[in-house]
T-cell receptor, first 115, second 110 residues
Framework: NAGVTQTPKFRILKIGQSMTLQCTQDMNHNYMYWYRQDPGMGLKLIYYSVGAGITDKGEVPNGYNVSRSTTEDFPLRLELAAPSQTSVYFC??????????????FGPGTRLTVT | KNEVEQSPQNLTAQEGEFITINCSYSVGISALHWLQQHPGGGIVSLFMLSSGKKKHGRLIATINIQEKHSSLHITASHPRDSAVYICAVRTGRSQGNLIFGKGTKLSVKP
């Protein structure tokens, strides 16, 4: 299993540009998450999905959009990039069933700079 | 006030030392995770626990639910243990997502 994969690893955007961060998992996990990590801060949840076709906002959703058309893929869309979106983005996935607790698996991260 | 607090923020140790990293939380939780973030940025899960103690190699994690406190111990530390260690909690109200502490940066000198 490849686990959780993310592309690209690095990206530089100009203010106002748009891009999509890709995330794919091959573990048949139903839950997927997008987090951002700012220097000196804990990871914060942007969006999450509990299954294909179902997404919901996390703590810091403004400026982002997501979709979940398949179990495997959970892309994160940045519209009109702003310097405040400069961060490292992590995708994660886990299996969640009837309150049972399972580990989260993280992708390698995407380092995004908006200038 | 952050819901998850870690101490210390930075820790420098000599190879072979016993290391303790602490995590306190202020919310009800269903599980607590300890994660390791390598210098290259990747994050891996070390432990997930909801009570008692877990051990894996030289790593030991404990949790006291009544005191809302967890500790991560590293015995016989080694330079390859140098990383950021992150405490995260899963609350009862969440849909499986985690609330993260800011991390403890550990540097082990040879």
């Amino acid at each position: 299993n490849a686990g959780v994969t993310q592309t690209p690893k690095f990206r530089i955007l100009k203010i106002g540009q748009s891009m999509t961060l890709q995330c794919t998992q091959d573990m048949n996990h139903n839950y997927m998450y997008w987090y951002r990590q700012d220097p000196g801060m804990g990871l914060k949840l942007i969006y999450y999905s509990v299954g294909a076709g179902i997404t919901d906002k996390g703590e810091v959703p403004n400026g982002y959009n997501v979709s979940r058309s398949t179990t495997e893929d959970f892309p994160l869309r940045l519209e009109l990039a702003a310097p405040s979106q400069t961060s490292v983005y992590f995708c994660a996935s886990s299996y969640w069933l009837a309150g049972e607790k399972y580990e989260q698996y993280f992708g390698p991260g995407t380092r995004l700079t908006v200038t | 006030k952050n819901e998850v607090e870690q101490s210390p923020q930075n820790l420098t140790a000599q190879e072979g030392e016993f290391i303790t990293i602490n995590c306190s939380y202020s919310v009800g939780i269903s599980a607590l995770h300890w994660l390791q973030q390598h210098p290259g940025g990747g994050i891996v899960s070390l432990f997930m626990l909801s009570s008692g103690k877990k051990k894996h190699g030289r790593l030991i994690a404990t949790i006291n639910i009544q005191e809302k406190h967890s500790s991560l111990h590293i015995t016989a530390s080694h330079p390859r243990d140098s990383a950021v260690y992150i405490c995260a909690v899963r609350t009862g109200r969440s849909q499986g997502n985690l609330i993260f502490g800011k991390g403890t940066k550990l540097s082990v000198k040879p």
